[in-house]
């Protein structure tokens, strides 16, 4: 089972619409939370990051995390055609160590 | 303006020839950290840095070498290159560690072929 699980999509939605992004974790102690958005041939850009338990909003995303599921899921209002780009989970696990672990990344499609 | 570097940008090498993709950080982080990016395989951690003279390993570490003299500087050292190291290099880097680690800011890439 990977650590972190991201579907890898492409998924696909219509412009105004919300896009629903979800992440799986395997590890139950896993403590912090984050989303990054990652455009074709460019470096990841955090945009989310979450660490209790409950949804957190800036602006057209928001971020929702249940620990006791085990997901952390990040939603976009009003998609954009600039907000196609991959977008990656990372996760801290417990234990005390500092390791960013990533899932592989959902690929968003916004169709004008 | 408040970035990460790394160089080189790009890099053909062969085979044991050792080599050195240096990173810097002007915004005096404490959490520094290399990736490599394979595809399929996403984003994986290679080593971190909690600050100066510290460092642990990632979860890909063979082959790898690092090195925090400065907090500003984290090179990462490639000492006999092999083909299975061709990737896209980023470095990383965090205000602070523990449990913000992963609030980072990435450089943009070094993409490294080892024939």
């Known amino acids: 089972q990977k650590e972190v699980e991201q579907n890898s999509g492409p998924l696909s939605v219509p412009e105004g619409a919300i896009a629903s992004l979800n992440c799986t974790y395997s590890?139950?102690?896993?403590?912090?939370f984050f989303w990054y958005r990652q455009y074709s041939g460019k470096s990841p850009e955090l945009i989310m990051f979450?660490?209790?338990?409950g949804d957190k909003e800036d602006g057209r995303f928001t971020a929702q995390l249940n620990k006791a599921s085990q997901y952390v899921s990040l939603l976009i209002r009003d998609s954009q055609p600039s907000d196609s780009a991959t977008y990656l989970c990372?996760?801290?696990?417990?234990?005390?160590?500092?390791?960013?672990?990533f899932g592989t990344g959902t690929k968003l499609q916004v169709i004008p | 303006e408040a970035q990460v570097t790394q160089n080189p940008r790009y890099l053909i090498t062969v085979t044991g020839k050792k080599l050195t993709v240096t990173c810097s950080q002007n915004?005096?982080?404490?959490?520094m950290s290399w990736y490599r990016q394979d595809p399929g395989l996403g984003l994986r951690q290679i080593y971190y840095?909690?600050?100066?003279?510290?460092?642990d390993k990632g979860d890909v570490p063979e082959g790898y070498k690092v090195s925090r003299k400065e907090k500003r500087n984290f090179p990462l050292i490639l000492e006999s290159p092999s083909p299975n190291q061709t990737s896209l290099y980023f470095c990383?880097?965090?205000?602070?560690?523990?449990?913000?680690?992963?609030?980072?800011?990435f450089g943009p890439g070094t993409r490294l072929t080892v024939t």
């Open positions: 915004m005096n982080h404490e959490y």
């Open positions: 590890d139950r102690g896993s403590q912090s």
């Open positions: 990372a996760v801290i696990r417990s234990g005390g160590y500092q390791k960013v672990t």
């Open positions: 979450i660490y209790s338990n």
């Open positions: 840095s909690m600050n100066v003279e510290v460092t």
């Open positions: 990383a880097s965090s205000p602070t560690g523990g449990g913000r680690a992963g609030e980072q800011y």
